[in-house]
T-cell receptor, first 113, second 115 residues
């Protein structure tokens, strides 16, 4: 079945460092891919998404490119801030009509000043 | 983005009692709602999917008689944890999607503590 593999955390960075959180997937057809963020004490929020190969999702300085050839959707940010400290989840939704999301395990990011 | 609310945000109950959690879509019609459980430092576990007006579809291993889900209107779904036990203590999250809003929008979650 479909699955998402996400790099394990926790990740600890200094402010203004470069961030990469790896995410790879297995799925039949052409799934939609998502990154969600969960800030401390808050609910999940959609950070960005991509619905077809070579699409780049971007938001708040974060980017991820849908790579069909490597089945990846790595999250990147050029310069992280303390306020980016959160848990990041990679997810996919299969190509069918089913709206069910398949989730990665989440990666905790801590950014130190 | 669309707004989904959950109530209560936190609840503490005694073992053996039942607890109801509400999930509301505030500005769109949610034809489908999802209920998740999140364990500390782990990912979300989908418990069930409910479509308005029909019975919920439960994931394997989730007891439908223990976790009662009702989705009686396009803006409200409820999860009732019946005869709660300490092992049911967790963070419960709902999400909603609709015909005009294909992506899932998440509620802020409900922290359940069973003593």
């Amino acid at each position: 079945g479909d699955s998402v593999t996400q790099m394990e955390g926790p990740v600890t960075l200094s402010e203004e460092a470069f961030l990469t959180i790896n995410c790879t997937y297995t799925a039949t057809g052409y799934p939609s891919l998502f990154w969600y963020v969960q800030y401390p004490g808050e609910g999940l929020q959609l950070l960005l998404k991509a619905t077809k190969a070579d699409d780049k999702g971007s938001n708040k300085g974060f980017e991820a490119t849908y790579r069909k050839e490597t089945t990846s959707f790595h999250l990147e940010k050029g310069s992280v801030q303390v306020s980016d400290s959160a848990v990041y989840f990679c997810a996919l939704r299969g190509a069918g009509n089913n709206r069910k999301l398949i989730w990665g395990l989440g990666t905790s990011l801590a950014v130190n000043p | 983005g669309a707004v989904v609310s959950q109530h209560p945000s936190r609840v503490i109950c005694k073992s053996g009692t039942s607890v109801k959690i509400e999930c509301r879509s505030l500005d769109f019609q949610a034809t489908t709602m999802f209920w998740y459980r999140q364990f500390p430092k782990q990912s979300l576990m989908l418990m069930a999917t409910s479509n308005e007006g029909s019975k919920a579809t439960y994931e394997q291993g989730v007891e439908k008689d223990k976790f009662l889900i009702n989705h009686a209107s396009l803006t409200l779904s409820t999860l009732t944890v019946t005869s709660a036990h300490p092992e049911d203590s967790s963070f419960y999250i709902c999400s909603a999607s609709g015909t005009s809003r294909n992506e899932q929008f998440f509620g802020p979650g409900t922290r359940l503590t069973v003593l």
